[in-house]
């Protein structure tokens, strides 16, 4: 059964280039975001890492721990790092998860059980670590996205997405398409007008069942 959104995610204990970690213990009190690849020195994924520590402190903004996992071993990720720093033009600090035995790719259902690894691989044998995970610091799924390796991730979208999870999470708001920070906020159905009106302010009414109200930051 895949993982779905609101599951708790698997906990574990892995080896990173920054020390043995546990998973549940390493995010804390946090928002967490898990991103995945399929192998180290590839290009697609050094530019999506690079991208990752160039937004460094946007994710200390919103109390986030962002952490990589890729199917390749401690040293190589410290290999790695530094073409990511070449290539991205600033530090990645955070921690990237050896997952050379597939044990994080097959927890998070990103590869099947009988997968493995074989004799001269490719990335190919591994195409399907390729997903974004945001987690809250109740360690529940709230946001997945996977990617085919050859269209680089968009992490403003991540950024915008987290912004959205923040603003709504545990409350009754949703965002609308293309939202971003600071933009009106939709009322969630569960109140009614004069409850949404009370703890939210005037309402701009598009449709009986579209309420917006001002950004409640």
């Given at each position: ?11 574990f204990t ?32 050094t530019t ?27 040293e190589e ?141």
């Amino acid at each position: 059964m895949g993982l779905r959104i609101n599951d708790t995610v698997p906990d574990f204990t892995a080896e990173t280039d920054q020390g043995s970690i546990s998973f549940h213990d390493w995010i804390g009190d946090s928002w967490a975001i898990l991103f995945s690849h399929p192998k180290d020195f590839t290009p697609v994924c050094t530019t999506e890492f690079g991208a990752v520590a160039q937004l460094a402190d946007e994710w200390a903004k919103r109390k986030t721990k962002v952490i990589g996992v890729s199917v390749d071993g401690v040293e190589e990720h410290k290999r790695w790092k530094s073409d990511i720093e070449t290539a991205g033009g600033a530090t990645p600090s955070f921690p990237i998860i050896a997952d050379s035995d597939l044990a994080v790719s097959k927890a998070f259902d990103m590869l099947p059980a009988e997968a493995y690894l074989p004799d001269g691989r490719t990335p190919a044998d591994t195409a399907t670590v390729r997903s974004v995970f945001i987690i809250s610091p109740e360690k529940k799924l709230q946001l997945t996205m996977t990617y085919p390796m050859s269209v680089g991730r968009n992490f403003a979208e991540v950024l915008r997405a987290l912004d959205g999870l923040q603003k709504t999470y545990g409350v009754p708001l949703a965002t609308p398409a293309n939202w971003t920070a600071g933009q009106d906020v939709i009322v969630a159905l569960s109140l009614d007008d004069a409850a949404a009106e009370a703890k939210y302010g005037t309402l701009n009414k598009a449709l009986p069942y579209l309420r917006f109200a001002k950004d409640p930051a």
